[in-house]
């Protein structure tokens, strides 16, 4: 998984109006939540940035965003949950501080310990993208009234 900053400029000065940050292939399907249009700093042009507010989402992007964080919470817990669950029981042996035969119970202790630490950490991120998205969109629609 690579992660690139994409910088959006303004399309009338060229200033930089905001920049995203991006995982490969995970941002697909217009899900990145955000603004969906920034002022200029400068010149106050309206910028398209890609994004769109929860509210603003289809269902389909809504359950794109869903799926994506099943995604990164299954990766996550395998390849971290699992690497550091091996390491733990490998060590725990190897340091006396439990017999080999409770290697198995020690291993799985520790990758369901870890697995739900990544989840809650997930869950909460992507509540908190909702959360502050529905504040953007309350907010500006106190603006405008
Ligand atoms: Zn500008």
Redesign the pocket.
């Known amino acids: 998984m690579q992660t690139e900053i994409v910088i959006i400029s ?1 399309p ?4 930089t ?1 905001d920049h995203a940050v991006r995982h490969n292939g995970f941002q697909a399907g217009g899900t990145s939540i955000g603004p969906s249009v920034i002022a ?1 700093p ?4 309206w ?1 398209g940035t890609n994004q769109s507010e929860w509210v603003e989402k289809s269902f389909l992007q809504r359950a794109w965003f869903v799926l994506q964080r099943l995604v990164w919470l299954i990766i996550g817990s395998v390849v971290v949950g699992g690497g550091m669950a091996i390491v733990t029981g490998t060590v725990a042996v190897e340091s006396h501080w439990i017999d080999k035969s409770q290697q198995g119970t020690c291993v799985l202790t520790a990758f369901c310990a870890v697995s739900m630490l990544i989840s809650a950490i997930l869950v909460r991120n992507a509540r908190r993208e909702i959360r502050n998205s529905l504040e953007r969109t309350r907010q500006s629609a106190v603006d405008h009234a």
């Open positions: 303004c009338v000065c060229g200033a109006v200029c400068e010149c106050g042009t910028v």
